[in-house]
């Protein structure tokens, strides 16, 4: 996937960084081209070891304002799921983010084995396939037992003392990037807001900030033998509201992943904060799509019509 925000260095500048951090030589690099925001590249290290080096944007110009110190988030967010769960995560080598042997934050971890399930999901029986899903509801449940002080993103961002605010934060902070690249959204920002401002008390309902990892999609999720072996992607991390994983999105309900995360029916306040949660993720993936000038905007037209689908559904 081609991106404006991508960050890329050839084999003489990854060989110094690599060196320079793990005492180590670089034996060979290649790039990992299935994100959209960073440049990733999966390296072979002189002491037997393969390692995954991600490289952060150069510039927050084509950012989104969510997006600003993701990858401070992402190594933060996998050392508190190491530490405090059996979740399959990488080890993190080193982070380096004083942005002196590369002109951005970058980190090592270790290679996982295995591959995405989006890559080889069409292959896969149904049987494994709920079995998967079921076994990411497990994985899910227990994330969500790491329990913070505040809601918000990993990196300090829109972080509050409950769960609303720093949701419309987040929402309004989306908007103002849409009108800043003069995006049109078909909605009014403002009505937008005002709306959310009357829907306060359903979110108040959420009393524990809970460590959500936000993007579980399945080209995030590593399987082998028919088991997920890791768990990638952590930059979005943040404290809030279990409902906003990104499998609890109405478009991506599976009833296996359902049964084992623990849930049986969800209340009319928790299916309306689904709906804004979806409201939410369909605007990011619509609104980076300009900001990061994706050659094709397929899938952010698609978001863009069950966005608009969702406004009509609340009477917007």
């Not at 292959?123 to 918000?152: A, E, P």
């Not at 902070?173 to 008390?201: D, F, H, M």
């Amino acid at each position: 996937m081609e991106s404006a925000t991508k960050n890329k260095k050839n084999f003489q500048q990854l060989s110094k960084m690599v060196l320079q951090t793990l005492s180590v030589n670089l034996l060979e690099a290649e790039e990992l081209t299935e994100g959209y925001c960073n440049a990733a590249y999966k390296l072979r290290l002189a002491d037997g070891r393969t390692a995954i080096i991600k490289i952060a944007p150069s510039s927050e110009d084509n950012l989104l304002q969510y997006e600003k110190g993701m990858m401070q988030s992402e190594v933060a967010a996998m050392r508190l799921a190491q530490t405090n769960t059996e979740i399959p995560v990488a080890q993190v080598y080193v982070a380096n983010d004083q942005c002196t042997l590369c002109d951005s934050p970058f980190f090592i971890m270790e290679c996982l084995s295995g591959e995405s399930l989006a890559k080889i999901k069409s292959h896969l029986d149904s049987i494994v396939l709920q079995k998967l899903y079921f076994d990411l509801g497990r994985i899910l449940k227990s994330l969500h037992q790491i329990h913070g002080k505040h809601y918000g993103l990993l990196s300090g961002l829109f972080c509050t003392s409950d769960w609303f605010s720093s949701f419309f934060q987040m929402m309004e902070a989306l908007l103002q990037n849409a009108q800043t690249q003069n995006i049109s959204l078909g909605r009014e920002p403002a009505c937008i807001l005002a709306y959310l401002q009357t829907r306060k008390a359903i979110f108040m309902e959420v009393n524990t900030p809970c460590l959500i990892h936000w993007d579980t999609w399945d080209g995030n999720l590593l399987i082998q033998n028919n088991d997920i072996v890791g768990i990638i992607d952590w930059e979005r991390a943040l404290w809030g509201d279990p409902l906003m994983e990104y499998n609890f999105r109405s478009f991506t309900w599976n009833t296996n992943f359902l049964r084992g995360y623990g849930i049986e029916h969800f209340s009319e306040q928790q299916k309306e904060r689904i709906l804004w949660y979806d409201i939410y993720l369909n605007l990011i993936l619509y609104i980076e799509a300009f900001y990061r000038k994706y050659p094709n905007r397929q899938g952010a037209q698609h978001a863009y019509t069950r966005f608009q689908t969702i406004m009509e559904t609340m009477g917007l």
